[in-house]
């Protein structure tokens, strides 16, 4: 099942443009694309934030684009590298935004499905991030996909247009854009028929 109407956001990479990460939610957000959703993509130096601030409501143009972003998108694509055995500062400070849809209806991440991708030189290491993005997903109160993805880049390599010659870590993450596609698309369908039921009954 197909449908345009399904909003999904891809976020990832580090400092460095075109990184590994980066690389690897494009691909997931391919996936995503392949299965009928519209996908904006939010990546690299565009995460390059303030440190997220409780006590001042100002934001900058890029800041406030990003929680835009979320605010609408029926789902989430996360990958972030791993430093020293953990989610980058970069990538962990673009997530403490969503701090900026506390009071949003629904809030934070309430009812999307987030899919996880984590990238490192060395499996110790996507292993132990990967479970930080799905500690962090829980706490925002989404819902990790069923399959994230641990990319060993000193074993996955990937060419300038994004694909690599590892055809099962390409599948893995195009497999991951593919279910926060289908989760989101059951949800959709779920909370129209609840509206569709609601009207039928006041």
Known sequence: MTDSSISIVAIGGSTRPDSSSERAVRLAARGAQEAGAHVTTITGRELMLPIYDTETSDRTPQALALVEAIRGAHGLLVASPSYHGGVSGMMK????????????DPPYLHGRAVGCIAVAYGWQATVSTLQQLRQITHALRGWPTPLGATINAADTRFAEDGSTADAAAAEQLRTIGQQVVEFATM?????????????QTS
Do not use: K, P
């Not at 400070?93 to 949003?104: G, P, Q, S, T, V």
């Open 93 to 104: 400070n673009a997530l403490d935004y969503i701090e900026d849809l506390a009071a949003h």
């Open 187 to 199: 949800r959709s369908t779920l909370t129209a028929s609840s509206d569709i039921a609601d009207g």
